[in-house]
Antibody
Framework: QVTLKESGPALVRHTQTLTLTCTLS??????????VSWIRQSPGKALEWLAR???????FYSASLRTRLTISKDTSKNQVVLTMTNMDPVDTATYYC???????????????WGQGTLVTVFS | SYELTQPPSLSVSPGQTARITCSGD??????ASWYQQRPGQSPVLVLY???KRPSGIPERFSGSNSGNTATLTISGTQAMDEADYYC???????????FGGGTKLTVL
């Protein structure tokens, strides 16, 4: 069974750095064609794409958050890690990781989503 | 940057056809995907590559994409279809994923 599970702190202080981990099960990031993204959703708001990492370590970031985000992978643990610096209360959101459906173009849909983890940023 | 626009809300009666649109510059030149999100749950992929249904998605969900508009059609809408729906495409030049603002579908 293919699953993704997010983990990380529920509370983060303003200006701190957030580190989130996505643990993959049922598929491997070391497999050719595997791609994973992070997506967030502020309360009552739309989905917002944050970053993507590919099996070959290619990385892509949201233009608006590029300077604050770092995505990385640990293939030995089959995990994807997202760090976001200088957290602000407006970054309060549910953070999801999602697998990108294999597509030779590299632009597949997000076919499997994690349960999400709510991160609240306080002053 | 690339943007996708959806109507904020749509109401239909049970059994009717719901059509949710998603607009973007030359959207028809790229693939659109659609996600259903019920309250308190993670999004679920309901259509990809404009009109393909993942395993387990009912046949009443269909899609099209041409010109500047992609459309998610739900035929014979049921109460269980009440949810937020998001379209998504890739800004392939960058590449960055883009989501629409979401449409709240009410079945009443």
């Amino acid at each position: 069974q293919v699953t993704l599970k997010e983990s990380g702190p529920a509370l983060v202080r303003h200006t701190q750095t957030l580190t989130l981990t996505c643990t993959l099960s049922g598929f491997s990031l070391s497999t050719s064609g595997v791609r994973v993204s992070w997506i967030r959703q502020s309360p009552g708001k739309a989905l917002e794409w944050l970053a993507r990492i590919d099996w070959d370590d290619d990385k892509f970031y949201s233009a608006s958050l590029r300077t604050r985000l770092t995505i990385s992978k640990d293939t030995s643990k089959n995990q994807v890690v997202l760090t976001m610096t200088n957290m602000d209360p407006v970054d309060t959101a549910t953070y999801y990781c999602a697998r990108i459906l294999y597509d030779s173009s590299g632009f597949g849909a997000f076919d499997i989503w994690g349960q999400g983890t709510l991160v609240t940023v306080f002053s | 940057s690339y943007e996708l626009t959806q109507p904020p809300s749509l109401s239909v009666s049970p059994g009717q056809t719901a059509r949710i649109t998603c607009s973007g510059d030359n959207l028809g030149d790229r693939f659109a995907s659609w996600y259903q999100q019920r309250p308190g749950q993670s999004p679920v992929l309901v259509l990809y590559q404009d009109d393909k249904r993942p395993s387990g998605i009912p046949e009443r969900f269909s899609g099209s994409n041409s010109g500047n508009t992609a459309t998610l059609t739900i035929s014979g809408t049921q109460a269980m279809d009440e949810a937020d729906y998001y379209c998504q495409a890739w800004d392939t030049g960058t590449p960055r994923a883009v989501f629409g603002g979401g449409t709240k579908l009410t079945v009443l």
